[in-house]
């Protein structure tokens, strides 16, 4: 059985404090999504890693993939009030792609 | 703008009464597909479509119906909903292929009495 996991599931952190949010997978894929999902909206892409050793930044956000592991990581820097949010991470398995998995979701709140 | 639309987004309806919720989006993507979300549960496919008169089963599939007879269009019918089918629904699009990222529609908040 796949599974995606995610930890921690819940993280509290103060602001201007760094901290990674793991998400592992269990089968081979070098296709990893991230998603941020706010409170009673929908999901937005964040990252789009495509292949081992991938990393992508935005702003205060990176992300990372290693197949070899079947671990991304997605790391966040001095974090501020507006990360608050449910981030998802996704596998694509598919050989031809388009077979997603999501992950459990970890929420994230910023305390000023 | 590049968007997927969901109808209606909020619902609330009585045991065993059809309904549909509609999924149209702009964007000429091939691949469709549906989630529901649960607390604690993430999103867990429900249906998806590669193209066109092609639709197969996801992961909770049961009580559910979907068609495409159209490409932008792909809308999710409960025949007989049951409470068990509360939940937040999204649907989504992606271009078909190795690279495509899901844009996901606003969210269908249904609740089965």
């Known amino acids: 059985e796949l599974k995606v996991e995610q930890n921690p599931l819940f993280l509290s952190m103060q602001e201007g404090k760094n901290y990674t949010i793991y998400c592992n997978y269990s089968?081979?894929?070098?296709?990893l999504y991230w998603y941020r999902q706010d409170p009673g909206k929908s999901l937005e892409s964040l990252f789009v890693?495509?292949?081992?050793?991938a990393v992508k930044q935005e702003g205060r956000l990176m992300a990372s993939l290693d197949t070899k592991a079947r671990l991304s990581t997605l790391h966040i820097t001095a974090a501020v009030h507006d990360l608050s949010a449910t981030y998802f991470c996704?596998?694509?398995?598919?050989?031809?792609?388009?077979?997603?998995?999501f992950g459990t979701g970890t929420s994230l709140t910023v305390i000023p | 703008e590049a968007q997927v639309t969901q109808n209606p987004r909020y619902l609330i309806t009585v045991t065993g009464k059809k309904l549909t919720v509609t999924c149209s989006q702009n964007?000429?993507?091939?691949?469709m597909s549906w989630y529901r979300q649960d607390p604690g549960l993430g999103l867990r496919q429900i249906y998806y479509?590669?193209?066109?008169?092609?639709?197969d089963k996801g992961d909770v599939p049961e009580g559910y119906k979907v068609s495409r007879k159209e490409k932008r269009n792909f809308p999710l019918i409960l025949e007989s909903p049951s409470p068990n089918q509360t939940s937040l629904y999204f649907c989504?699009?992606?271009?078909?292929?190795?690279?495509?990222?899901?844009?996901f529609g606003e969210g269908s908040r249904l609740t089965v009495l």
């Open positions: 989504a699009s992606s271009l078909l292929g190795r690279t495509g990222e899901l844009f």
């Open positions: 089968t081979t894929s070098d296709r």
């Open positions: 890693l495509l292949s081992n050793g």
């Open positions: 996704a596998v694509d398995i598919g050989n031809t792609g388009n077979q997603f998995y």
């Open positions: 964007m000429n993507h091939e691949y």
């Open positions: 479509s590669m193209n066109v008169e092609v639709t």
